[in-house]
């Protein structure tokens, strides 16, 4: 359950699902603001959400999300980045989710 669902007592068998409806099929506000943070936790708070939206989202739809609020643009920060964590995160969301392929079917 996610955290939002439990303040509202609600209660969600499909956490994918959770995440598209309180996304409403955008990302919130910020967290793709947080991966550009020069603040290193922040910016590992926001490639983490983005991984969440990658992975969770239904029917493939969280790539597109990412992409439209530029967060490919903002993981490329770390391609080469000093903090090894990070551009390890960084590149393998890259790698998996946005690789050769990614669009070719559309």
Known sequence: ????????????EDNSRALSLHCQWR????????VRSPDIEAARLGLQFIELVLRG???GEGPK???????IDAMERFQFHENEELRV??????DKY???????NE
Request: net charge positive.
């Open 1 to 12: 359950m996610c955290r939002i669902c439990r303040r509202r007592k609600r209660k969600t």
């Open 27 to 34: 990302l919130p506000p910020g967290f793709i603001d947080l």
């Open 57 to 59: 989202m239904p029917n």
């Open 65 to 71: 999300l990412v992409e439209g609020e530029d967060g």
């Open 89 to 94: 995160i960084a590149n393998s969301l890259a």
């Open 98 to 104: 946005f690789g050769e392929d990614y669009g070719i």
